[in-house]
């Protein structure tokens, strides 16, 4: 089997690498054809994790980002319908709810090439967020559905798509998290900032990043904070900060943007974690850590129901009061993401399709 994966964006190189180390040890007759999009083109936030990683250099890099939405989906279907036709691939495999996405899954349902999403399902119930728009038009188009959770069953069944298409897999983002934690590192700076407890903050969505009210509404809040906070600093927040002419609160440490295994090392160490990244609320899930989201709402709404996750959106007040009030008493996973086996049920299922296809 040829499998064709399209990745983009700094989540989806931590979920392919997951994925590309247990196909490659498992599967060694098939061949997978890694397709970068240079979605994010920033050497802190794309080489530096296949470096780290361990992930197979791209067999194509497409080259494109820093565009609008139209114009990076667009620039990205037309080169990945050339390279689809090229490659001839039996399955495209996308993951979570990127523009490469979205491109991967279009590209390839227009050639007829069949598709599976990875981290289907996921809703926010919110058509202002980009995100939201290419999730829902992928897993319109896929024919196989990896959803990590009962709830994302559901969202797609509500939607009308057939449960034969629907598979409950787990989370691969959990897989990673318990292979990648005894690898987790220290950051090199992390003594000379002089702290030991400390909040662990990321801010790169651009619903906040984007306004200049809820950038000082979230800014506003962390100065608040009784902790130091540290915050690896996203390119595009820190261009927004400066566009704004917004000065950063003393409670602040700025840093640089890390790599997977220095954010792992992070979220195990520090007592909370405030960000609006999907994939940042779920990990600290993982390790344990109590989490405020600056969103007025989450596709992981189960860790919301269980009390682990608070949703402060941008306002100032209810960040003071989600730092102040969340339980910081460090918990066990229990299990809502799967156990482990995440990938191993996506290949199996990808096989067995590929396997009677060929039959056909």
Same mark, same amino acid.
């Given at each position: 089997m040829k499998l064709m994966t399209v990745i983009g964006a700094r989540p989806q190189f931590i979920k392919a690498a997951t994925v590309s180390r247990v196909l490659a040890a498992q599967y060694p007759a098939a061949r997978e054809i890694l397709v970068h999009t240079g979605q994010h083109y920033d050497a802190n936030m794309s080489d530096v994790f296949f470096d780290e990683l361990d992930i197979p250099r791209p067999d194509h890099h497409l080259g494109v980002g820093?565009?609008?939405?139209?114009?990076?989906?667009?620039?990205?279907?037309?080169?990945?319908?050339?390279? =689809?036709?090229?490659?001839?691939? @039996?399955? +495209?495999?996308?993951?979570?709810?990127?523009?490469?996405?979205? *491109?991967?899954?279009?590209?390839?349902?227009?050639?007829?090439?069949?598709?599976?999403?990875?981290?289907?399902?996921?809703?926010?119930?919110?058509?202002?967020?980009?995100?939201? =728009?290419?999730?829902?038009?992928? @897993?319109? +188009?896929?024919?196989?559905?990896?959803?990590?959770?009962?709830? *994302?069953?559901?969202n797609l069944q509500k939607e009308g798509v057939v449960d034969s298409k629907i598979h409950v897999v787990g989370d691969v983002m959990y897989d990673a998290s318990l292979y990648y934690?005894?690898?987790a590192r220290k950051p090199e700076w992390f003594d000379a900032l002089g702290i030991e407890d400390f909040v662990l903050c990321t801010i790169h969505r651009a619903e906040n990043t984007d306004d200049a009210h809820r950038m000082q509404g979230i800014l506003s809040g962390l100065a608040e904070s009784s902790l130091p906070v540290v915050l690896p600093l996203h390119p595009r927040t820190r261009k927004q900060l400066a566009q704004f002419r917004l000065s950063l609160p003393d409670t602040i440490r700025v840093v640089e943007p890390v790599g997977y295994l220095e954010m792992v090392w992070l979220e195990s160490h520090c007592r909370l974690v405030v960000t609006d990244s999907g994939g940042v609320q779920k990990e600290a899930y993982f390790y344990g850590k109590p989490c405020v989201t600056l969103g007025d709402e989450t596709e992981w709404v189960e860790l919301v129901d269980v009390g682990v996750n608070v949703l402060v959106g941008a306002d100032r007040k209810?960040?003071?009061?989600?730092?102040?009030?969340?339980?910081?008493?460090?918990?066990?996973?229990?299990?809502?993401?799967?156990?482990?086996?995440?990938?191993?049920?996506?290949?199996?299922?990808?096989?067995v399709r590929a396997s009677s296809c060929a039959a056909v």
């Amino acid at each position: 089997m040829k499998l064709m994966t399209v990745i983009g964006a700094r989540p989806q190189f931590i979920k392919a690498a997951t994925v590309s180390r247990v196909l490659a040890a498992q599967y060694p007759a098939a061949r997978e054809i890694l397709v970068h999009t240079g979605q994010h083109y920033d050497a802190n936030m794309s080489d530096v994790f296949f470096d780290e990683l361990d992930i197979p250099r791209p067999d194509h890099h497409l080259g494109v980002g820093g565009g609008s939405h139209g114009q990076n989906t667009g620039r990205m279907l037309e080169k990945l319908d050339a390279l =689809i036709i090229q490659e001839k691939p @039996d399955w +495209v495999l996308v993951y979570g709810d990127t523009d490469s996405t979205l *491109a991967g899954a279009l590209a390839a349902a227009k050639l007829h090439v069949p598709v599976a999403h990875v981290e289907a399902g996921l809703r926010f119930f919110n058509r202002r967020m980009p995100g939201e =728009i290419n999730r829902v038009l992928t @897993d319109h +188009v896929a024919d196989l559905l990896f959803a990590p959770t009962r709830v *994302a069953q559901h969202n797609l069944q509500k939607e009308g798509v057939v449960d034969s298409k629907i598979h409950v897999v787990g989370d691969v983002m959990y897989d990673a998290s318990l292979y990648y934690k005894a690898l987790a590192r220290k950051p090199e700076w992390f003594d000379a900032l002089g702290i030991e407890d400390f909040v662990l903050c990321t801010i790169h969505r651009a619903e906040n990043t984007d306004d200049a009210h809820r950038m000082q509404g979230i800014l506003s809040g962390l100065a608040e904070s009784s902790l130091p906070v540290v915050l690896p600093l996203h390119p595009r927040t820190r261009k927004q900060l400066a566009q704004f002419r917004l000065s950063l609160p003393d409670t602040i440490r700025v840093v640089e943007p890390v790599g997977y295994l220095e954010m792992v090392w992070l979220e195990s160490h520090c007592r909370l974690v405030v960000t609006d990244s999907g994939g940042v609320q779920k990990e600290a899930y993982f390790y344990g850590k109590p989490c405020v989201t600056l969103g007025d709402e989450t596709e992981w709404v189960e860790l919301v129901d269980v009390g682990v996750n608070v949703l402060v959106g941008a306002d100032r007040k209810r960040i003071v009061a989600g730092i102040s009030q969340v339980d910081l008493a460090e918990f066990e996973a229990n299990g809502l993401y799967g156990r482990g086996d995440s990938v191993q049920r996506i290949l199996e299922r990808l096989f067995v399709r590929a396997s009677s296809c060929a039959a056909v």
